[in-house]
């Protein structure tokens, strides 16, 4: 999947919040798009459709102009990323980031290779041997995404991933996410409460509020409206 597209999309939870009111978005193939707004404005909720972990109440999730729902999850080539890394504790990094691969039945000779092109691209070629526990912070994230995009995902998603590292850190980061998405031509959207994340990293930010979409556009633009 290379292009997303909401159409009247709208989510109603069963205790009847209306996380997402009525949104219509379009995410071009290789775009980087910054859904931005504090917090509880209904941009996970948002990302987890595009994901297909929720259903919208109403309206349509468009993935490469189908609708979601009828492209089946593994045929989709989503990667996503959270803040808390989710990754698993007892395996080394080598075997977190090969795990994807394993899963869809990579052979070991190309497995290893893909981990390592992944592992030295990220700076991380280093401590594949190592479990989780014994990483930075900053390291964590960087295996996160490397076994998020080791099977090469046409979308990229990515909730606050960076919301738990310090600021230094933050900002080497966010230019290395700009850096490798765009080295890969992946479409990206990327959840953050941040302006200066959205204002760095981003080819068109989507400003939300309260589950409405306020703005859209390049940074440029969306900052300089009257
Ligand atoms: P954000 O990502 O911008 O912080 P969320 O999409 O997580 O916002 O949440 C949007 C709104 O929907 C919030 O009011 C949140 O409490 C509510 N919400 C999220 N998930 C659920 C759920 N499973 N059931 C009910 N309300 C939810
Ligand atoms: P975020 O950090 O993205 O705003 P939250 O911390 O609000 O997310 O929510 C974390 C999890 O709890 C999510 O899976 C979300 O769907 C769920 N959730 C959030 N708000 C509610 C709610 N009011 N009722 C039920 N589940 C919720």
């Known amino acids: 999947v290379t292009t997303v597209a909401l159409k009247d999309v709208t989510k109603v939870f069963r205790d009847g919040t209306v996380a997402v009111d009525s949104i219509n978005l379009d995410i071009n193939d290789g775009e980087f798009m910054v859904l931005l707004g504090p917090s509880g404005c209904g941009k996970s909720t948002v990302l987890r459709m595009v994901a297909g972990l929720e259903e919208p109440t109403t309206g349509a999730v468009m993935l490469d102009g189908e609708l979601a729902n009828e492209l089946p999850p593994r045929d989709r080539k989503i990667a996503m990323v959270f803040q808390d890394f989710a990754l698993y504790p007892h395996m080394s990094v080598g075997d977190n980031i090969a795990f994807p691969l394993k899963l869809a039945g990579v052979e070991p000779a190309p497995r ?53 590292l310090d600021s230094g850190l933050r900002a080497e980061l966010r230019a290395e996410i700009s850096g490798l998405t765009r080295e890969l031509g992946v479409t990206t959207m990327y959840v ?35």
Request: proline share 6%; net charge positive; aromatic share 2%.
């Open 112 to 164: 290893g290779e893909r981990v390592t092109d992944v592992a030295s691209a990220l700076g991380i070629g280093d401590v594949l041997e190592r479990r989780p526990s014994q990483l930075s912070g900053g390291q964590r994230q960087r295996v996160a995404m490397g076994r998020a995009i080791v099977r090469r995902p046409g979308l990229f998603l990515m909730d606050e991933p960076l919301s738990n």
């Open 192 to 226: 953050t409460h941040d302006q200066a994340e959205a204002l760095t990293m981003a080819d068109r930010v989507a400003i939300m509020r309260k589950g409405v979409l306020q703005d859209v556009g390049t940074p440029t633009q969306v900052y300089n409206r009257p």
